[in-house]
């Protein structure tokens, strides 16, 4: 990805790919048309795939974005991306799910594929192809060590035996990138990617699996594919043999952090569904909105939202800042920010009552489908358990970071600081673990000094200052009990997990604190008219104040208040969009969402 400026509040070109496709959803979201609530529920209740809304975003040119820059697409950055699939989440998941595929399909080959093979395929997608990833089989799910398909040479190529399954766009997907086993002990070099392109396999060498029904994402091609004998070239492996397991591994880190994207979207949407019921909902003579805990409910939930955009903001920037910390970062991000979005999700469902259960009540039954779509971003691309077992494999690395204060300040000021140019991506500087830990976390000691830098020039409030010494304090006991996990070759306790659900939100925490104290100019010209968010740092507080709960650490009265404030400004603008990065984005309200008072 070659190098971009950051986009800046108020910065129409820059901001002019996300603007124009909210403009277009906005447009398809009218009676009628594709992204209509209405629309989208009979989708759902058939099971029938979003044709026509992919067709919208393919007129937008949506899969220009899944290509890097430096191979002819859109994509400079993974904030790009994240921007413009968190606006089609924002209406619909399963479109999200269905259209983004491609990007996460095609990932092992932006990670590995040689330059000719990058370019072939660079050219498939820009006109419109269909990548899915084959990764999963019946028996093994995430386990991809025990794959069993195979791919033994033979002349001319190689020959592929077994199926993949649960694989999404699967059928409808004309090339795939499939994970085989190429040797028979497999093993860390026993397995390897190939691109195969099922339209040049001879006939009756592959067979396509019925759609799996599913609970969420209904419509989407949830199915997969048998090889009986099928011939691909030598040239279909995308790098060397033996290192597929590097390259989904690898490939995995991006799209892990893209899956946020989706997270984010789902959350914009519930957000949107349960303010505007809270304001029109009557009961005894006023709304259910002036009720002070209804307000406090949706200001919390906007606290966490927020955070979960700062995770998501620094992990994607720090794809091109701090490439060798991806590991690391990337399954904090796809644990921490579907999880907090989930119990986002819960927490409107009891605002809206029994109305989050049915599906014709209240806006289509929008609510009841987004909520059962959304779980299942917790679960592809590696589940939040795997991520979390992801990241107790690195505590060795975590606990040596933070001892030794291991931090590339640098490339965590360039990631932080929205207005800084980025550099090119470097597929080849990731790495399987991080060697030098978090730098985020690390770094603690360094961002609280600056935040109180911020507080003596008057552009940070001292409870920030108070906060983020209560995060670093919190990090030294955290990281005790890390260093007195002994790493067995069993199973990784109970205990380990809770510790990286914890350490999950000290990122989220120091992800917050970067933002703050590296966008100085965004808390110097904020006003409580023009950009509210960042006015006296009302969402660093109330973020911040989530994450201190995530610790099991009391919020504090002041994140207490900057919640309630949030709840007053969501109350006030219910179609105001609530996201830290560009203010003067306009919001993908849920047009044609039946809005009613009973």
């Known amino acids: 990805m070659s190098a971009t400026r950051a986009p800046r509040a108020g910065d129409a070109v820059e901001a002019a790919p996300a603007v124009e496709l909210t403009r277009r959803l906005e447009r398809a979201a009218r009676p009628g048309g594709p992204f209509h609530p209405a629309v989208l529920a009979a989708l759902d209740r058939a099971e029938e795939f979003p044709a026509a809304g992919c067709s919208v975003l393919d007129d937008f040119g949506l899969h220009d974005y899944?290509?890097?820059?430096?191979?002819?697409?859109?994509?400079?950055?993974?904030?790009?991306?994240?921007?413009?699939l968190r606006a089609v989440a924002r209406h619909d998941l399963t479109t999200a799910v269905a259209h983004g595929k491609t990007l996460l399909g095609a990932a092992s080959l932006w990670v590995a594929a040689g330059p000719e093979q990058a370019k072939?395929?660079?050219?498939?997608?820009?006109?419109?192809?269909?990548?899915?990833?084959?990764?999963?089989?019946?028996?093994?799910?995430?386990?991809?060590?025990?794959?069993?398909?195979?791919?033994?040479?033979?002349?001319?190529?190689?020959?592929?035996?077994?199926?993949?399954?649960?694989?999404?766009?699967?059928?409808?997907g004309d090339r795939l990138c499939v994970l085989a086993r190429t040797s028979p002990e497999g093993g860390a070099r026993g397995f390897s990617v190939l691109l195969v392109d099922k339209r040049a396999l001879p006939a009756g060498s592959h067979t396509p699996l019925p759609k799996c029904r599913t609970h969420g994402i209904r419509g989407a091609d949830i199915s997969g594919v048998a090889f009986h004998g099928a011939t691909v070239p030598a040239s279909a492996l995308v790098g060397a043999e033996g290192t597929g397991l590097e390259t989904v591994l690898k490939a995995l880190q991006l799209t892990r952090t893209v899956c946020t994207a989706l997270s984010l979207g789902a959350a914009d949407h519930g957000l949107r569904l349960a303010v505007r019921f809270t304001v029109e909902r009557e009961l005894y003579g006023r709304t259910l909105a002036e009720l002070p805990r209804v307000r406090q409910i949706l200001g919390d939930r906007a606290g966490a939202m927020l955070l979960a955009e700062a995770v998501a903001v620094l992990s994607a920037r720090s794809a091109q800042t701090l490439p060798g910390e991806l590991s690391a970062v990337s399954a904090l991000a796809k644990a921490y920010v579907p999880t907090s979005t989930q119990a986002t999700l819960d927490a409107f469902a009891e605002l809206l009552g029994v109305r989050s259960f049915l599906t014709e009540a209240y806006a289509d039954g929008m609510f009841p489908k987004l909520e059962r779509d959304h779980r299942v971003v917790g679960i592809f691309d590696g589940s939040t358990l795997v991520n979390r077992s992801s990241l107790i494999e690195q505590f060795g690395s975590l606990v040596r970071g933070w001892e030794r204060g291991w931090a590339d300040l640098e490339g965590l000021e360039a990631a932080a600081a929205l207005d800084r140019e980025l550099p090119e991506f470097d597929p080849h500087a990731l790495r399987l673990i991080s060697s030098r830990g978090c730098g985020a976390v690390q770094s603690l000691p360094v961002v609280v000094r600056a935040c109180a830098e911020l507080a003596g020039a008057?552009?940070?409030?001292?409870?920030?200052?108070?906060?983020?010494?209560?995060?670093?304090?919190?990090?030294?006991?955290?990281?005790?009990?890390?260093?007195?996990?002994?790493?067995?070759?069993?199973?990784?306790?109970?205990?380990?997990?809770?510790?990286?659900?914890?350490?999950?939100?000290?990122?989220?925490?120091?992800?917050?604190?970067?933002?703050?104290?590296?966008?100085?100019?965004?808390?110097?010209?904020?006003?409580?008219?023009?950009?509210?968010?960042w006015h006296d740092a009302r969402w660093i507080r109330a973020a911040l104040g989530r994450a201190l709960n995530g610790l099991g650490a009391a919020p504090g009265d002041d994140a207490a208040q900057a919640c309630r404030e949030l709840g007053d400004l969501l109350i006030a603008a219910p179609d105001a969009p609530l996201t830290l990065l560009d203010p003067s984005a306009p919001a993908a309200p849920a047009r044609g969402e039946e809005r009613e008072n009973s």
């Open 66 to 84: 899944y290509v890097p820059a430096a191979l002819g697409g859109r994509l400079h950055q993974l904030t790009d991306v994240i921007a413009l």
């Open 120 to 172: 072939e395929a660079a050219a498939a997608v820009l006109d419109g192809a269909v990548l899915s990833w084959a990764l999963t089989e019946r028996d093994h799910g995430s386990d991809l060590f025990a794959s069993e398909l195979t791919a033994t040479p033979v002349p001319g190529g190689l020959r592929l035996d077994g199926e993949k399954w649960l694989i999404n766009n699967a059928t409808r």
């Open 458 to 533: 008057g552009l940070l409030p001292a409870a920030v200052v108070e906060a983020a010494r209560r995060l670093a304090e919190a990090a030294e006991p955290l990281h005790e009990e890390m260093t007195a996990l002994r790493p067995g070759s069993g199973p990784a306790p109970t205990a380990a997990f809770h510790l990286a659900e914890r350490y999950e939100a000290l990122y989220a925490g120091a992800a917050c604190l970067w933002l703050a104290v590296r966008n100085p100019d965004r808390l110097a010209e904020a006003t409580a008219d023009r950009d509210p968010l």
